[in-house]
């Protein structure tokens, strides 16, 4: 009997153990982007991790969807692979405020595509960053990044968004999470100013002092002076009274 539940135990902690393995690898498996900053409209670069291919296919090329809080982006050189940028005209709110035509509008990035010079195996992964300003908003906002995954044998939309409080999606899209902005500098400018304001004052005050001090009596050096002089006229006193002595003998 105590054999068949140690039997049984041990089975239940090795079906356990493979949910657990196999939850982790699926989550591992996906197409996921780390920042080098997550502050609101702060400057960023994200890199791309690209663990596999679809389904034991070789990834022959990656398209990353840029959201329209975003303008302008980046992508860093990867020499296994060509890069192309798709954009679309673009007027800014502030533009559009002063009548801007649009023939002086500016162009949006809407997508960058990586397009391997030799697949990339299902079993290999590669790294891709993009750089960009993060959009202004409120801590936990989320950025979302979507990627489309193209093999030699089908393809994988990285496009499903997280919900809170639900399981994680089956391809859920590559995101950046803000956080708050980084406060600003201008009360330290303020205080730097003042500062700077405050040190002519502050030396005009210092120079005032030394000139005070020099301006009145040193009355230790004068006694000193005057003790020199006495001892000098007592020394030659000494000295002619020694003199008249010697002549007189």
């Not at 399981?167 to 205080?191: F, N, V």
């Not at 301006?215 to 020694?242: K, Q």
Request: charged share 15%; glycine share 6%; hydrophobic share 35%.
């Amino acid at each position: 009997m105590q054999k068949r539940l140690a039997v049984g135990s041990a089975a239940t902690v090795a079906v356990a153990a493979a949910i657990v393995l196999g939850t982790a690898a699926s989550a591992s498996a996906h197409v996921e982007a780390t920042s080098t900053s997550t502050a609101a409209n702060s400057y960023t670069t994200a890199t791309f991790s690209v663990p596999h291919g679809c389904d034991g296919s070789p990834t022959t090329k990656l398209q990353f969807h840029v959201p329209s809080s975003v303008i302008e982006v980046t992508p860093t050189v990867n020499p296994n692979w060509d890069i192309t940028k798709t954009t679309e005209p673009y007027t800014s709110a502030s533009a559009a405020s002063d009548d801007e035509s649009t023939a002086d509008a500016g162009e949006r990035v809407t997508s960058v595509t990586y397009t391997a010079k030799t697949p990339l195996p299902a079993d290999e992964r590669d790294t891709f960053s993009l750089s960009f300003s993060l959009p202004d908003g409120k801590a936990g906002d989320v950025v979302s990044l979507p990627v489309t995954q193209t093999c030699e044998q089908g393809s994988t939309e990285w496009d499903q968004a997280q919900k809170a409080g639900q399981a994680e999606p089956e391809h859920p899209a590559p995101s950046i999470t803000l956080t708050a902005a980084s406060a600003s500098t201008d009360g330290d400018d303020d205080a730097a100013a003042a500062t700077d304001d405050d040190a002519p004052t502050a030396a005009a005050a210092s120079s005032s002092t030394t000139g005070a001090s020099a301006s009145e009596p040193d009355l230790v050096g004068r006694f000193l002076g005057l003790g020199g002089l006495v001892l000098g006229a007592a020394g030659l006193v000494v000295a002619v009274a020694a003199t008249r002595r010697r002549s007189t003998k």
